[in-house]
């Protein structure tokens, strides 16, 4: 983005503030960190509202803004492909408008589109992406900011067109346009060009490339470190170098957050699983299977025909013929999303090959003894790859090798095929109206997972009153349909549904905000709840303030409470609570804990908040960290948990202070005029802030924070107890916003403001 659009963003962010939309402006300069650090529900809920909020202010710039980075984390690490062209479609036709077209940051509209395009199908889109993307760039000077990124997408174009020698060439020239230019190609395009070189068989060339690439600036910093990883590992597994590549290779558990690099990091592994460093297990294939089935939601096409490939490999390695069938019919289906399907008939038919020509383990004993050595296997390191192909013969048959089969598919990643088994054995046979209750449950789990909800409904037409209002209640929550759950769950308990229809309704209750309704239907069988039941009780009691009920449920699960009737209000001990920031992150407030499930907030909060000091919140008692082991830990640590709702708002007002920081003494007496008077304060700065000595220059510790007052104190009476308890620091303090409110010495604090710098 052109310093022009920053300039404009820095002006907006005042002009909202001063306006009152503290919340947006926040937000405003913190969208491209949210898009780049995976902060997508921040993402997701503010930069539609910074965008609508800049059409009905007519700031056609901070609209393109907004939306510009929301697709960007649509389409950068979530890689998200058919689902967002439509979008990218859209901002590159409203940058294209008259009063948007000259926004220096246009350009990379088209970037956005050709990136959606790849995600999608990059072989497919590969003429689209190279006639849109050279288009522009002709017309661009390589100082252009947008330049290095169009050139990028350009270049992977390229390898996607199989053009790979060409790309290659092409990168190395961009690079050298920059350097004439007097810019610095970014990291991104060193890596492309070394992906090019790769793609033309040329790996020792390519790793030089990406080592060279290493000094430069990442367009997406954030994602550089796991990127340059893979990359890395990628082309030292094809050299044969297989320690320095597992070594370069990110961990799992880093790249499982990061669907870009998926299937750049499967093909490195796929090249590495043959060694002894890398286990190729039954766990990589579960995981290599959710991410094919992520990138069936996100419309990545190619992504997900890769991946079905790749997994297909690594299972003929582990003799799990049945799964590379499967991933090869999975293959076979995809491909025919794709734009372009050469290739892919050839690598399926070879997969397919290789299944016919690898023997199956052999099973563990006789068929008839098979679910017997099943309940007996080690839990921990049994491989449930091996028992889905030992218990297939049985499977569909004999119903306690349904049982099992079905679901360990499920497990694996599978509920679609394990739902057709159950489904012939019991729905077609007309026995699904007598069938035990588990196995009832068992299909209802595969038929949700599988998405398969016709089936569902037409299965539970056939059930008896309590599993089929069961079976559907299930389906309403997994689908996040709540007040459908709530009533079919409610139907449910009254057939005889048991706990399980009690748990829906309490959840689907406390969704619709009937808490009293969800506390009650838990109450009602109270000696048969665990104790998260008795907590989830409790938090919705105290939501409803039927105190009578919190106390029954401290009762069962063993809790204290010193009153005997009405409210509990009791001093339990520091905790954080944590609580939505209006930008859509999160803010943890120290409080002080009130009862099982209540927490009265401590600290101030500035202004624009839905909270502050002084509010009564619900709290949700899970803890959201662990509990640290070391003793020493022990003694500091203040318990987090998130919080559920205001129960009672404390009508405290917040009030801004900002100015050079005073001596300690004059401080320390400050923060007992505060605490006398019961007036939560807190400082928000740290030993970095700084303002300026309005004669010399030089620069002086600051302070800022905020004070909060209770509803019986006015403004005025805040400002003369600041204005008395500060008039003889050596630097004055300044609370413009308040003197504005009151009307006293305005010009004055506006001075102050102006010559520390404030």
């Not at 068989?201 to 990406?210: C, K, S, V, Y």
Request: hydrophobic content about 45%.
């Amino acid at each position: 983005m052109d310093v022009d659009i920053w300039a404009w963003v820095g002006e907006t962010q005042q002009q909202l503030s001063e306006a009152g939309d503290v919340g947006l402006a926040m937000a405003l300069g913190d969208l491209p960190a949210q898009a780049y650090e995976g902060r997508y529900p921040q993402l997701d809920v503010m930069a539609p509202a910074i965008a609508q909020q800049a059409e009905s202010l007519q700031l056609p710039w901070l609209e393109f803004y907004a939306r510009y980075w929301h697709l960007i984390g649509r389409i950068g690490d979530r890689v998200q492909g058919a689902v967002a062209i439509g979008d990218a479609e859209e901002l590159l036709s409203f940058a294209q408008r008259e009063e948007v077209r000259e926004c220096p940051a246009t350009p990379a509209a088209v970037e956005a589109l050709a990136v959606a395009w790849a995600n999608a199908d990059g072989p497919g889109y590969a003429a689209e992406r190279l006639e849109t993307l050279g288009a522009v760039i002709e017309e661009l000077e390589p100082a252009n900011p947008a330049y290095t990124g169009l050139i990028t997408q350009y270049v992977g174009a390229l390898i996607d067109a199989d053009r790979v020698g060409e790309a290659a060439a092409y990168a190395e020239s961009a690079v050298e346009r920059l350097r004439a230019a007097g810019r610095e190609a970014s990291w991104e395009l060193g890596a492309e060009s070394a992906r090019a070189l790769l793609a033309a068989g040329r790996a020792e060339d390519a790793l030089n490339a990406l080592q060279a690439a290493s000094g430069f600036q990442a367009d997406d910093p954030v994602a550089k470190p796991h990127r340059d990883g893979v990359r890395r590992a990628l082309i030292l597994a094809t050299l044969g170098r297989t320690a320095e590549a597992v070594d370069a290779l990110p961990d799992l558990d880093v790249v499982g957050d990061h669907p870009r690099v998926f299937v750049e990091w499967a093909r490195a592994v796929s090249l590495l699983a043959s060694s002894s460093q890398i286990t190729n297990t039954w766990q990589l294939g579960r995981v290599l299977r959710q991410w094919i089935d992520y990138f069936a939601t996100m419309g990545g096409y190619r992504a997900r025909v890769e991946l079905a490939l790749i997994a297909g490999d690594l299972a003929v390695q582990r003799q799990g013929i049945w799964q590379v069938k499967l991933l090869a019919d999975l293959a076979e289906s995809a491909a025919t999303e794709l734009r372009t399907t050469e290739g892919v008939a050839e690598r399926i038919a070879e997969l397919r090959a290789r299944a016919e020509s690898t023997t199956e383990p052999a099973a563990p004993g006789p068929e008839a003894e098979l679910v017997a050595y099943f309940d007996a296997a080690d839990g921990y390191n049994a491989d449930p790859e091996k028992w889905i192909g030992w218990l297939a013969p049985l499977s569909g048959t004999d119903l306690e090798a349904t049982r099992r089969h079905t679901t360990t598919m499920g497990f694996l990643g599978y509920p679609a095929v394990g739902a057709d088994i159950y489904w012939k054995m019991l729905v077609d046979s007309g026995e699904i109206a007598t069938a035990d209750a588990d196995d009832v449950t068992f299909l209802s789990t595969l038929l949700v997972e599988a998405r398969q909800d016709e089936r569902l409904e037409q299965m539970a037409a056939m059930l008896p009153d309590a599993f089929r209002h069961l079976a559907l209640a299930r389906l309403h929550s997994a689908r996040e349909r709540w007040q459908e759950t709530l009533q079919e769950a409610e139907q449910a308990v009254t057939a005889g549904g048991g706990i399980e229809a009690r748990r829906l309704v309490s959840a689907a209750a406390q969704q619709v905000d009937d808490n009293a309704r969800g506390a009650q239907v838990l109450l009602e069988v109270i000696d048969e709840l665990a104790d998260e039941d008795v907590w989830r009780m409790i938090v919705m009691a105290t939501s409803a303030e039927d105190w009578d009920t919190v106390r029954k449920g401290t009762a069962k699960i063993g809790m204290p409470i010193k009153s005997a009737s009405g409210p509990i209000d009791e001093e339990m001990g520091l905790i954080r609570v944590i609580l939505p920031a209006p930008d859509g992150g999160q803010r943890q407030v120290l409080s002080i804990r009130t009862g099982p499930a209540t927490a009265r907030l401590a600290l101030p909060q500035p202004r624009g908040m839905e909270y502050n000091a002084g509010d009564l919140v619900v709290f949700d008692p899970q803890l959201l960290e662990p509990v640290p082991e070391d003793p020493q830990e022990q003694q500091n640590f203040v318990p987090p948990f998130a919080a559920v709702r205001i129960l009672q708002p404390g009508g405290y007002n917040s009030y801004f202070f900002d100015g050079a920081a005073p001596s300690e003494s004059d401080w320390a007496e400050f923060t007992e005029v505060m605490a006398e008077r019961g007036w939560p304060m807190w400082v928000y700065s740290d030993e970095n802030y700084k303002v300026t000595h309005p004669t010399s220059g030089e620069p002086l510790p600051g302070v800022f924070g905020w004070v909060a007052v209770p509803p019986t104190v006015t403004a005025v009476e805040v400002d003369a107890l600041l204005d008395d308890a500060t008039e003889r620091w050596s630097h004055p303090l300044a609370w413009l916003d308040l003197a504005k409110e009151v009307d006293v010495e305005v010009e004055r604090h506006e001075r102050i403001v102006k010559e520390y710098g404030l």
